[in-house]
């Protein structure tokens, strides 16, 4: 397989070229559980011998080959450092399934943390038993989208925070504030890692008024779960240099 410019060297485009990737518990020993078994024997057939990677979700990963019982290592164990700087999209959740395509598009884009938020104008709010479940089905869902991605980092989903919440979160005490994407903001500022979409019903006044700075996604109105998406491309697309600095988010 012809891996292009970067060569065989270039750590992404080696698990590419891999037929699958799975998480494992360990990747000095994989193992794979019987979901993971399942998925690459039955779902995507794969023949021994082919290439798989096998990653722990934390960096560390391995090339092995597929084998009947399981996974035979080939390759050193290689460490990949997170991406720096981490970026954070907060989002309302919507009706239905939306917010597990969210979280399975940010994990693909590359954002490394995603909030779900509860604002003024939130329709969905998770109480009790159903918040845990929720919370549960989508880290699951990150969890499978980093093996679809070739991502070796999986993406931390944090529990339900209001926005006042993210202006207080350890992790996020370094970042330059919370933007917030609102039509008529202005453009994505260099140095902003985290942003946060509100609801259909767009922000509260009361959030509007916090001081916050507003990001534009274009001269459209998008659905929230468009602006989620539209937000984790600008982020990861700015961090990876792919968009021109002087640009406007549109």
Request: overall charge neutral; aromatic content about 4%; charged content about 25%.
């Amino acid at each position: 397989m012809d891996l292009g410019p970067a060569g065989p060297a270039d750590p992404f485009l080696t698990r590419a070229a891999a037929a699958a990737q799975v998480l494992v518990a360990d990747v000095d020993a994989p193992a794979l559980d019987e979901a993971a078994g399942h998925h690459l024997g039955r779902v995507l057939r794969l023949r021994p011998g082919e290439p798989v990677v096998a990653t722990d979700g934390r960096g560390r990963w391995r090339l092995c080959r597929y084998v009947p019982d399981g996974l035979e290592p080939t390759g050193a164990v290689e460490h990949e450092p997170p991406p720096q700087p981490a970026v954070t999209v907060a989002f309302a959740p919507v009706k239905g399934d939306r917010p597990e395509w969210v979280v399975q598009k940010l994990t693909e884009l590359g954002v490394d943390r995603i909030v779900p938020l509860v604002t003024e104008r939130s329709v969905v709010r998770w109480d009790g038993g159903r918040r845990s479940r929720a919370l549960e089905r989508l880290r699951r869902v990150a969890a499978e989208a980093v093996s679809q991605s070739r991502r070796v980092w999986v993406p931390e989903v944090t529990g339900v925070h209001t926005l006042d919440d993210l202006d207080n979160l350890d992790h996020l005490a370094a970042a330059p504030g919370v933007a917030l994407a609102h039509p008529g903001g202005g453009p994505l500022d260099p140095a902003t890692t985290v942003v946060a979409v509100g609801p259909e019903g767009g922000w509260g006044p009361g959030e509007l008024a916090g001081g916050r700075r507003t990001v534009g996604l274009g001269p459209t109105v998008l659905r929230a779960e468009t602006a989620a998406i539209a937000v984790g491309v600008l982020l990861t697309s700015r961090r990876a240099g792919t968009v021109c600095r002087g640009g406007h988010t549109g």
